[in-house]
T-cell receptor, first 112, second 115 residues
Framework: EAQVTQNPRYLITVTGKKLTVTCSQN?????MSWYRQDPGLGLRQIYY???????DKGDVPEGYKVSRKEKRNFPLILESPSPNQTSLYFC???????????FGPGTRLTVT | SQKIEQNSEALNIQEGKTATLTCNYT??????LQWYRQDPGRGPVFLLLIRENEKEKRKERLKVTFDTTLKQSLFHITASQPADSATYLCAHPGNSGAGSYQLTFGKGTKLSVIP
């Protein structure tokens, strides 16, 4: 089944404790992206990647890191999480020719 | 900078009627617009893409229009059903190059279809 998976689905952590949210897709898509979704603000892009070793900032990259060492994986790293990073995070992937994006199930992160 | 706005936060309609959702953008005309459906707590699901040279696109009970003069896209659901209740998002790409794959989303319209 074609899908985007994210782990963990739910995470509660404390300020400053480094964490990684994994994202994997099995559709051989070149494009992958991370979004956060907050009430009243909608979906906002954090980082995106056009291919392996090619990443670029989205609209709200501060406090986040990403890497794209393999085509199928695009982890999101929070080196020192803060409470304002409490949010619902979505990973997405897409083929460069198709434009539509396929979203993962989401990761709900709470930073206390 | 480009903005994308969905005029209504919420829309309630009676089952069987046609729901019409609006998406407006400022500044440049994007190469295409996309519409997604999002259910509570779940990731958005792609529905339709319409290019700037297309006036209209249909998929089953869904219809999307793109008016570059009005800088607007309309999303219609005909013969609406309670199962259509969800939040609908429109999205447009950046202007060119790698940015053309960078989507900006509207805040969404929450549609409720009342039986």
């Amino acid at each position: 089944e074609a899908q985007v998976t994210q782990n963990p689905r739910y995470l509660i952590t404390v300020t400053g404790k480094k964490l990684t949210v994994t994202c994997s897709q099995n559709m051989n898509h070149e494009y992958m992206s991370w979004y956060r979704q907050d009430p009243g603000l909608g979906l906002r892009q954090i980082y995106y990647s056009m291919n392996v070793e090619v990443t670029d900032k989205g609209d709200v990259p501060e406090g986040y890191k990403v890497s794209r060492k393999e085509k199928r994986n695009f982890p999101l790293i929070l080196e020192s999480p803060s409470p304002n990073q409490t949010s619902l995070y979505f990973c997405a992937s897409g083929g460069l020719a198709l434009h539509e994006q396929y979203f993962g199930p989401g990761t709900r992160l709470t930073v206390t | 900078s480009q903005k994308i706005e969905q005029n209504s936060e919420a829309l309630n309609i009676q089952e069987g009627k046609t729901a019409t959702l609006t998406c407006n953008y400022t500044n440049y005309s994007p190469a295409y617009l996309q519409w997604y459906r999002q259910d509570p707590g779940r990731g958005p699901v792609f529905l339709l893409l319409i290019r700037e040279n297309e006036k209209e696109k249909r998929k089953e009970r869904l219809k999307v229009t793109f008016d570059t003069t009005l800088k607007q896209s309309l999303f219609h659901i005909t013969a609406s059903q309670p199962a259509d209740s969800a939040t609908y998002l429109c999205a447009h790409p950046g202007n060119s190059g790698a940015g053309s794959y960078q989507l900006t989303f509207g805040k969404g319209t929450k549609l409720s279809v009342i039986p």
